[in-house]
């Protein structure tokens, strides 16, 4: 089924999940290492196959990730180069422009501080998207990009989007929040670190106490971390505080692992 909508002219979103779904093997949500080889040689046959060259988009995406068996995509990089109609991801991403904006953009939609944004402040949080943008849209168009979002980033299928899952809207090289995945603590270990870290013991970490978390996570955490980033890191995180009070939810969005 991939390889035949491969082959479309022009791919709808249904089908576009589809691919998505079919080359994301393991779903972790993205496209990755054997995964993204298997697509980039089915992508060129199937074109083949259609009769149809390869678009420019499609020909750069091949030279930059064709012979990389270490590199990742994101949704939004296949949604780049894949002639997908109405391809509202694309449409999100212009008005997410960076990681501290995302993260802005969270705090913003999660009204309840739950730590995921469900289904009504995600509609909420899409309208506002297609007004600023002047986009036309009617409440059948806002419920089936709701749904569609829903279904492309509720990777646990429970009905609600979690910072990890939602910052997918990003490109891989400008999500930030994947340099946290392998430094994530289980929740006892997060709740030490915090009270270690909020040195006066106010109930929240202000700029100067999250930049020496964020250095001797660094430190401790050289391969994953990179410490020319701390600031890079320290803005974006800092962009979930309440006027430079970063309390234990917020930043447990970043440090804290899931836990089952």
């Keep these: 089924m991939a390889e035949t909508h491969l082959q479309g002219v022009e791919i709808s979103a249904s089908q576009f999940l589809d691919i998505w779904r079919h080359y994301d093997t393991d779903g972790n949500g993205y496209i990755e290492g054997k995964e993204l080889q298997n697509f980039i040689q089915e992508l060129q046959q199937a074109r083949k196959k259609a009769g149809l060259d390869l678009s420019d988009k499609m020909k750069a995406f091949v030279d930059q990730y064709g012979d990389n068996t270490d590199a990742k995509i994101g949704i939004v990089e296949l949604a780049q180069i894949l002639p997908t109609e109405e391809n509202f991801l694309l449409f999100f991403r212009q008005q997410l422009k960076s990681s501290e904006e995302f993260m802005q953009t969270w705090r913003r939609y999660d009204t309840d501080h739950s730590g995921f944004i469900e289904t009504d402040e995600l509609k909420s949080f899409l309208k506002d998207l297609l007004q600023k943008a002047n986009k036309s849209y009617d409440d059948k168009k806002l419920e089936e990009y709701t749904h569609t979002m829903l279904r492309m980033f509720d990777s646990n299928n429970d009905g609600k ?100």
């Design 161 to 260: 989007l979690g910072l990890t899952e939602l910052a997918r809207l990003l490109p891989v090289q400008e999500n930030f929040l994947l340099k946290f995945q392998g430094v994530k603590m289980c929740g006892k270990e997060f709740n030490k670190a915090f009270e270690l870290y909020d040195q006066d013991g106010s109930g929240y970490i202000d700029e100067n106490e999250l930049d020496a978390l964020l250095k001797d996570l660094c430190e401790k955490n050289k391969k994953d971390l990179d410490s020319n980033s701390i600031p890079i890191y320290k803005k974006s995180i800092m962009a979930l505080s309440d006027e430079g009070k970063l309390y234990r939810t917020e930043l447990a969005l970043v440090l804290c692992a899931e836990e089952d």
